[in-house]
């Protein structure tokens, strides 16, 4: 099966300064994620805010350099392709259309613009190829006049989509492209990118919080905690069986509509994780409910069983006592 993005141990690390004499504070918000996305698939990546998933998201469409690793997009380096190939190949989704739409160009000239960057595509070319994307995402010529203010939130997603499509990309980075959206209209544009997926054949990597979001469209899912993938599965088995400690937590978490049920306490306790003091040994041991005495120590690094991914001493194969 063709890979459509390969990532080899990337890291990214930011170093800050409080002030003048403060000591310098060392961010490792992607810590060693390894993975290969095959041509067509889905692959959701979930967790908690701060966990690294934008800053892996911006690596892989080359908004954010690499401090270590290897980022490869149909079988080649990222580093060495031009903005303009890497555009062909790869292209974003952001989280709020309104933000990431020019307030003052229309909507086919946003649109347009991918076309136009490429700098040898005749305007007669652009407008024709503009004017089909925006009919399959289901905006009209009528709309195609207007200004993103004149737009509802959901006709503002599906013009921020066809941008990301007009060059035909096989690659489609989705930054929780639903999360600004209500609930009704975020089927609609879930359903949407299945369609459009199935019909061009494209490849997501679909950034999300919301794990009944990913459930829908993902055909693998990566939990992110710390900078680190901890557990990486084929969707139906994560939900059905999720083997991590952090995973089962935050299925845990999803609220229910039955009444009386209150907000589920996951077992986390108050430690909110800090990617500028990651504890040594398994990172996520302050937080665990069932950590071992050596998860302190013990760093359970790409423990993988029956083909899962699951970073943790408990983790099939693994033994050790309490």
Do not use: W
């Amino acid at each position: 099966m063709t890979c459509a993005v390969e990532v080899r141990d990337v890291r990214r690390v930011f170093r800050t300064h409080a002030g003048m004499l403060a000591p310098e504070r060392v961010v490792r918000a992607v810590d060693g994620v390894s993975f290969a996305l095959p041509a067509g698939h889905v692959l959701g990546i979930v967790g908690e805010s701060g966990c690294g998933k934008s800053t892996l998201a911006r690596m892989i469409l080359g908004l954010l350099p690499i401090s270590e690793g290897e980022i490869l997009v149909d079988g080649r380096s990222l580093a060495a392709m031009d903005r303009r190939e890497r555009a062909r190949l790869i292209q974003p989704v952001f989280q709020d259309p309104f933000s990431s739409l020019n307030p003052r160009q229309r909507v086919r000239d946003i649109v347009a613009l991918p076309l136009a960057a490429q700098g040898n595509i005749s305007g007669r070319q652009q407008r024709d190829q503009v004017m089909e994307m925006l009919a399959r995402v289901g905006i009209s010529a009528e709309i195609a006049d207007r200004l993103p203010a004149q737009l509802s939130g959901g006709q503002r997603q599906r013009v921020a989509i066809a941008r990301a499509l007009v060059l035909h990309p096989r690659i489609v980075v989705c930054d929780e492209p639903t999360s600004a959206l209500d609930v009704s209209v975020q089927a609609q544009i879930l359903n949407l990118l299945a369609e459009l997926r199935r019909d061009l054949r494209l490849t997501y990597l679909f950034i999300s919080h919301n794990l009944a979001v990913v459930e829908h469209i993902a055909t693998e899912v990566a939990v992110m905690y710390l900078g680190r993938f901890v557990e990486r599965a084929p969707v139906d088995e994560l939900f059905r069986d999720p083997r991590h400690p952090y995973t089962r937590a935050l299925l845990s978490s999803v609220l229910t509509p039955e009444p009386g049920n209150g907000i589920p306490d996951v077992g986390l306790g108050e430690t909110y994780p800090d990617p500028a003091n990651i504890p040594p040994g398994c990172r996520f041991h302050p937080r665990c409910p069932v950590a071992l005495n050596r998860c302190r120590t013990q760093a359970p690094d790409n423990i993988v069983t029956h083909g899962r991914l699951t970073e943790c001493l408990l983790a099939e194969g693994a033994q050790g006592t309490r």
